[in-house]
């Protein structure tokens, strides 16, 4: 797998200072839970889960979640858990026969491929069912965690592991009412953060339930407002990021979902400036973004990377090329990341290579180093290129 595969040769030279590198499902865990990007969920019960996957992989979908939770009915649950076994199955098949044929460009590694379940019993279930095509899998998303399931779903993480001979990972979502009340918020997060660390190994990254969380206080941001214009909700962020994200021990923390995806009537003026696409001559892909309300996501998603959280999870196909081109590393900020890094023994203050900055080397090697991992996973965008020349792109496959 690599982000931006879709594009061909001349583009990529064109746009990338540096290409983003190839990943499979057993690479390192830094790079892989930077590499997540745009998480794209799914209902299980969709009946053509197969075609789907490969299709949106095509197209630029480097994660996928299917989905046994909120997202189906609870009478469909035992058709969901048939259906999404019976299509990964499918999957599985149309990748060995792709293998064998060399066709990487329409097969190759694909996705990285979760589960969301609704309860620890459902692992050994699904991946019996899948058999010798459980290899299709990446891992398990698991809902509503806290400290008196969270070490049954991990148990049942880490057997499966054992059972099929490979690591089997697991994304922890961070949407209990335990985390959302403020009285109970940090001791349930010291205690979940303990938790985790004696299941290392499998806990790729740590997702947050901005929805559950809403829930909890009867509130849900419109398409106008971010979660960080949310006042609880962004008390809750903050935290799960102090606690569980730090830079020395901490995980990655992805970005809560982005629920709209059409065009609605709207209260407050686009959040999108108008300089960057006239700049480029793109002011239909503007008008585009706003119509399909990508202009909040793409708000959203600086605000989540401004606040500690990398990657997100999505709701509608429209919204993967947003998040993963806002993801690419600028020219200024490799330069930056790669000189800090180049003085971060010695430690010192120099001006940034384009003048407009102070880079203290110790201070901000931390950032430094997640940057290069960034980097390696998006690639770094060439020093006239940005977001608007990686979208429009992308958009035009």
Request: with cysteine; charged share 25%.
């Amino acid at each position: 797998m690599r982000h931006f595969d879709f594009l061909d040769d001349e583009d990529r030279t064109r746009l990338f200072f540096r290409e983003p590198e190839s990943f499979t499902r057993e690479s390192e865990p830094e790079l892989l839970a930077m590499a997540l990007g745009a998480t794209l969920y799914s209902p299980a019960t969709r009946p053509e889960l197969a075609c789907d996957i490969a299709r949106r992989s095509a197209t630029g979908a480097t994660s996928v979640v299917l989905c046994l939770e909120d997202s189906i009915p609870d009478k469909d649950v035992p058709a969901g858990e048939v259906n999404v076994i019976a299509q990964l199955r499918l999957y599985g098949e149309q990748q060995g026969r792709q293998s064998l044929s060399g066709d990487q460009q329409n097969g190759g590694d694909g996705p990285l491929i979760f589960i969301r379940v609704r309860s620890p019993y459902q692992i050994p279930m699904i991946m019996e069912g899948l058999g010798e095509h459980a290899t299709v899998l990446s891992g398990f998303v698991l809902p509503k965690f806290t400290e008196d399931n969270g070490a049954i779903y991990l148990d049942t993480i880490s057997a499966a592991s054992d059972t099929v001979g490979r690591r089997v990972l697991a994304m922890p979502v961070m949407e209990s009412p335990d985390i959302a009340f403020a009285e109970s918020r940090v001791p349930t997060l010291v205690g979940l953060r303990d938790l985790l660390e004696k299941y290392r190994s499998h806990v790729l990254a740590v997702r947050l339930g901005a929805t559950d969380i809403s829930g909890v206080y009867g509130l849900r941001r419109s398409r106008e407002h971010t979660v960080y214009d949310i006042g609880p909700i962004a008390a809750v962020i903050t935290d799960v990021v102090n606690l569980l994200g730090r830079a020395d021990n901490g995980y990655v923390i992805t970005g809560p979902v982005w629920e709209y995806f059409s065009e609605g009537e709207r209260l407050f003026k686009p959040q999108l400036r108008e300089s960057p696409f006239i700049r480029h001559d793109e002011r239909k892909l503007r008008a585009r973004l706003i119509a399909a309300d990508l202009d909040g996501l793409i708000r959203e998603v600086t605000l989540d990377r401004a606040n500690g959280l990398t990657g997100k999870s999505v709701i509608h196909p429209s919204h993967v090329a947003a998040v993963n081109a806002l993801s690419v590393v600028s020219h200024e900020e490799y330069l930056d990341a790669t000189d800090i890094l180049g003085t971060s023994a010695s430690g010192g203050v120099a001006s940034s290579a384009y003048r407009n900055k102070m880079n203290e080397s110790k201070p901000h090697t931390a950032w430094a180093r997640r940057t290069a991992r960034r980097a390696r996973a998006f690639g770094v965008a060439n020093e006239e290129v940005d977001f608007v020349d990686l979208l429009g792109a992308s958009l035009s496959q």
